[in-house]
């Protein structure tokens, strides 16, 4: 696609609830990654794609987080059991190489509000 | 630990004016440098990629340098509009092959008409 797309784009949740987040990059990007963005904080990076494998899962806060990358295109972002300081905005974002060469092109984010 | 720092946090200039946001980043030995803009409830718009090999780059009325030694970019906003309101943010990449940026805190600009 032309740009990258997220969805949904808001989300809202109860507490104790799974939710997937779903992530589709510019069409030849074999890099992808999720960051999140909470309230008055910074970017915080969660997970990196290269093609379907995830060399790095560092950033993802619990086990309760789990991401997945299939055909080498969309991603999904799962949250089990969410919990409120999961309240944030999802970014995703995919890169032509990656390994910094190219830049990232971020989504517009989907915002998740669990109550 | 690589930490990135924008100042000012905020910032309100005139519709006209040219201005020059700050990224100062406290490990030198980066690989590029990206600066972003968010706009309010949106995601982040790339506006300008530094590569480790150049010292700056021009789109437009944008113009951002680099300088690794110093552990500092800028960015300069030209002739500034009511449209280039929005939080700006600067972002490294600690190394080849390492693929988590590290994001400035960011700045919060304002032009008023």
């Known amino acids: 696609g032309a740009g990258v797309s997220q969805s949904p784009s808001n989300k809202v949740t109860e507490k104790g609830k799974d939710v997937e987040l779903r992530c589709d990059p510019i069409s030849g990007h074999t890099a992808l990654y999720w960051y999140r963005q909470s309230l008055g904080q910074g970017l915080e990076f969660l997970i990196y794609f290269q093609g379907n494998s995830a060399p790095d899962k560092s950033g993802l806060p619990s086990d309760r987080f789990s991401a997945e990358r299939t055909g080498g295109s969309v991603s999904t972002l799962t949250i089990q059991r969410t919990q409120q300081e999961d309240s944030a905005v999802y970014l995703c974002?995919?890169?032509?190489?990656?390994?910094?060469?190219?830049?990232?092109?971020f989504g517009s984010g989907t915002r998740l509000t669990v109550v | 630990k690589q930490e990135v720092t924008q100042i000012p946090a905020a910032l309100s200039v005139p519709e006209g004016e040219n201005l020059v946001l700050n990224c100062s980043f406290t490990d030198s030995a980066i690989y590029n440098l990206q600066w972003f803009r968010q706009d309010p409830g949106k995601g982040l718009t790339s506006l300008l990629l530094i590569q480790s090999s150049q010292r700056e780059q021009t789109s437009g009325r944008l113009n951002a340098s680099l300088d690794k030694s110093s552990g500092r970019s800028t960015l300069y906003i030209a002739a500034s509009q009511p449209g280039d309101s929005a939080t700006y943010l600067c972002a490294v990449y600690p190394n080849f092959g390492n693929e988590k940026l590290t994001f400035g805190t960011g700045t919060r600009l304002t032009i008023i008409p």
């Open positions: 974002a995919s890169s032509l190489r990656g390994l910094g060469v190219d830049g990232y092109t």
